[in-house]
């Protein structure tokens, strides 16, 4: 089928170096948005073309002159002092080592005794306010200690320099920019004032379509070390929406006493790795309040000018919370976000509540990318090969890039690299039309602590960069993000009270103790009596890493008679294991090399009456079903993504659901590449995910129709109620 020749759906960013080229790349492309971006301004001459204009609006930033004039406003963040032994019965603990002075500054203008705390992390115990003082000048906390034990500091700070800012002005070889300050807009003054200010910039700016809000209030967790390196990175942290003011209002709404513990949480920070506290669940609850009550104020002054309002997903997103039930209550029109791969459009496009969703395809146009040495078009065509099979299940309404178009414009072949993306994205929805792909008649659900608040979120440090140690996550989540496959996202709790009787598969994984495995939660007799019986009476159950995992009673995988393998910790070699291998099984009837399991876990070994090994690594298992009543399950050491991988969770997911036979409803046999099909418009799309030409067959209601031979990364559309 021939490509359509269509225009739109794409936002290009601008300088004001860049007017005739980006008129010219506008017509190229057939941009109907132009925008621009941190470190650049959208040129007068601009003002005029037949495009959509957005602007970026910083709500807590570039304007020193009123956080300087009202330090007290100026934001903050919960730090954690270095852990430090004691030797005697009095120690002094520098509060600002290892911490940037540029951008961080100790809070001595709100009481250390009422907001900062002292803990003897040898016994977990709070030190008593009365056993420790703040000298300023030396900016060192002394203790009364125990001689031997460990102690921390936590203690509020000023952010003096905005972290995004830093981080641009680093990563860009930025000069003279001077460290823009960043105010907090909850408080009465700043709010008051940054409302007044948006007035006036609506006014000042009528040929503004957009204002792309960058976002609304606090950014993420992004804390430098004194040497400008990144010390800690928490996309989801909210390590710096804190301050007295909010914290007393918090105090009041929660009806408890706040502690900085449930910050800086032992010093993890919260992060999405941990099984969130009550009180730190209670603490993102009231924040979603506040924020989409003030974010809403704003979204409807930009409204009462005629204006679009959109929010950047990034920076300061921390407490929009997309998929939370408070955000609709903003009133956004449109979403903006990095994709870096499918789980990250997945992010964007199913949010709810807003009339629109916009990718920001990476990479960015940056100088640490467009340099000697550099790969932007391999990095677009790796990004692209992820993002297109996801937006063939749930598209994103536009995409758009970011950065200096100058790097893109002059760097030989990358233009056309954007070009052919955008005419596929186009075409995906020229052919569907609006309507839904295919998924097989059966939901799977992925069980974590964070269910469907997180949902396709909680796997990222930021632009779509993932932790080298969680291939036993991220790589079901990649998998998931572009199969014909209804995925829910569910809590622990959720289980226990009953689960939509459509869900037939349910995924657990992730390492031991983690947010994503569970940890202490499977303790509960209710939570494993709830799963056993979901598989019992004929669910499917698949667990990949450690799975259900918690040393108790005996056993490390608690849902081990359900799964057919445990982890051997030592406490059980005197017990022999008698395990031998038969990969002949539904699973693996397509793979054709070896399976990758990443790092995978070590010493897992089969047990019970009911297990078959498909694959293992000397004595012990990587792969293993088992059938558990009438049901099923899979365990996987572990699941990078690849495009053989997603084949086999796919048919590990027909096979735990009983649904073997429906499998080739619509099915492509290479496992490199996949199909997607929309039945009201009846087109499909055969997807090659790989930079080598391929040969598939194309097989409808189980019978062979077609074999098709695929370009590197082609796209092919079939009219299949015509010409099949």
Same mark, same amino acid.
């Given at each position: ?55 970026t ?125 960043t ?6 003054k ?55 003011y ?10 408890y006493? @706040? ?26 609850e ?10 809403? !104020? ?18 300061h ?12 209550n ?27 969703t ?5 990479p960015y ?26 937006i ?37 929805? !020229? ?29 990222q ?14 790589g ?20 226990k ?8 598969v ?13 940890g ?25 890493? !450690? ?19 445990d ?11 008698y ?15 070896e ?8 010493r ?62 619509y ?5 490199e590449?996949?199909?997607?099909? @929309? ?43 015509? !010409?099949?």
């Amino acid at each position: 089928m021939k490509d359509c020749n269509l225009t739109g759906r794409l936002t290009l960013p601008t300088d004001v170096d860049m007017v005739s080229e980006t008129i010219r790349l506008k017509n190229l492309l057939g941009a109907d948005a132009l925008r621009d971006c941190d470190g650049t301004d959208m040129p007068e001459e601009l003002l005029s073309q037949d495009a959509k204009i957005y602007a970026t609006y910083y709500t807590t930033r570039k304007d020193n002159a009123w956080a300087e004039a009202n330090p007290e406003e100026i934001q903050q963040e919960y730090l954690i002092s270095e852990r430090v032994t004691a030797k005697g019965v009095s120690l002094r603990i520098p509060l600002m080592k290892g911490f940037h002075t540029q951008q961080l500054k100790v809070n001595t203008i709100d009481d250390p005794k009422r907001w900062w705390e002292v803990i003897d992390r040898t016994t977990g115990e709070i030190v008593s306010p009365d056993h420790w003082h703040y000298e300023e000048a030396a900016g060192e906390v002394v203790i009364d200690t125990t001689p031997y034990h460990q102690y921390t500091v936590s203690f509020l700070a000023f952010l003096i320099w905005d972290p995004v800012h830093m981080y641009n002005f680093i990563t860009n070889d930025w000069k003279d920019a001077p460290h823009q300050l960043t105010f907090d807009v909850r408080q009465p003054k700043t709010q008051a004032y940054v409302k007044e200010k948006l007035k006036r910039w609506c006014e000042e700016n009528p040929r503004v379509d957009v204002v792309r809000f960058t976002t609304f209030f606090h950014q993420f967790t992004l804390t430098f070390d004194d040497q400008k390196r990144e010390k800690y990175v928490e996309w989801f942290g909210y390590s710096a929406s804190v301050s007295p003011y909010i914290l007393e209002q918090f105090e009041k709404w929660a009806g408890y006493p @706040f502690r900085p513990e449930y910050i800086v949480d032992e010093g993890y920070h919260n992060s999405i790795f941990r099984r969130p506290s009550k009180e730190f669940l209670d603490f993102v609850e009231f924040q979603q309040i506040e924020v989409s009550r003030l974010a809403k !104020e704003l979204v409807d002054i930009v409204h009462s000018y005629g204006k679009e309002a959109m929010m950047f997903l990034g920076d300061h997103w921390i407490g929009t919370e997309p998929f939370g039930k408070y955000f609709a209550n903003i009133g956004l029109d449109a979403v903006v976000g990095s994709v870096g791969d499918g789980v990250t459009l997945r992010m964007i496009s199913d949010i709810q509540g807003v009339k629109y969703t916009e990718g920001r395809l990476l990479p960015y146009f940056f100088p640490d990318v467009f340099t000697e040495g550099g790969d932007p078009i391999g990095e677009a065509k790796d990004n692209w090969l992820k993002a297109r099979r996801a937006i063939l299940r749930s598209p994103v309404d536009r995409i758009g890039y970011g950065g200096y178009l100058k790097l893109a414009d002059e760097w030989p072949g990358f233009i056309d690299q954007i070009s052919h993306v955008v005419n596929e994205f186009r075409q995906i929805h !020229e052919h569907m039309q609006g309507s839904k792909s295919y998924t097989a008649p059966f939901k799977v659900a992925v069980l974590n602590s964070w269910g469907n608040l997180r949902r396709w979120m909680a796997n990222q440090v930021h632009h779509a960069l993932w932790y080298r140690e969680i291939y036993s996550y991220v790589g079901v989540l990649e998998a998931l993000s572009g199969m014909p496959i209804d995925v829910e996202f569910i809590t622990f709790e959720e289980m226990k009270q009953g689960i939509d009787p459509a869900i037939r598969v349910i995924i657990n994984a992730g390492d031991a103790y983690t947010a994503f495995s569970g940890g202490e939660n499977w303790k509960d007799p209710d939570l494993v009596c709830a799963l056993r019986r979901f598989v019992d009476e004929g669910g499917g159950f698949i667990g990949v890493g !450690e799975p259900t995992a918690c040393q108790y009673q005996g056993r490390f995988f608690q849902l081990s008679d359900v799964l057919g393998v445990d982890r051997e910790l030592g406490f059980s070699l005197s017990t022999d294991k008698y395990n031998e291998l038969n990969r002949e099984h539904f699973i693996l009837e397509d793979v054709t090399g070896e399976i990758d399991f990443g790092e995978g876990k070590s010493r897992i070994y089969a047990q019970g009456e009911h297990y078959q090994i498909l694959d293992m690594d000397g004595q012990y298992s990587r792969l293993v079903v088992n059938e558990y009543g009438r049901g099923r399950s899979v365990y996987f050491a572990g699941l990078p993504y690849s495009p053989q991988n997603c084949r086999i969770l796919l048919r590990a997911i027909y096979y735990a659901a009983h649904r073997e036979e429906e499998m080739k409803k619509y099915y492509v046999s290479d496992v490199e590449t996949e199909i997607a099909v @929309f039945e009201k418009t009846g087109m499909l799309a055969v997807i090659n995910n790989t930079k080598e030409p391929k040969k598939t067959d194309l097989y409808i209601e189980g019978v062979l129709k077609a074999s098709l031979s695929l370009q590197p990364m082609e796209l092919k559309w079939i009219s299949y109620k015509e !010409e099949l």
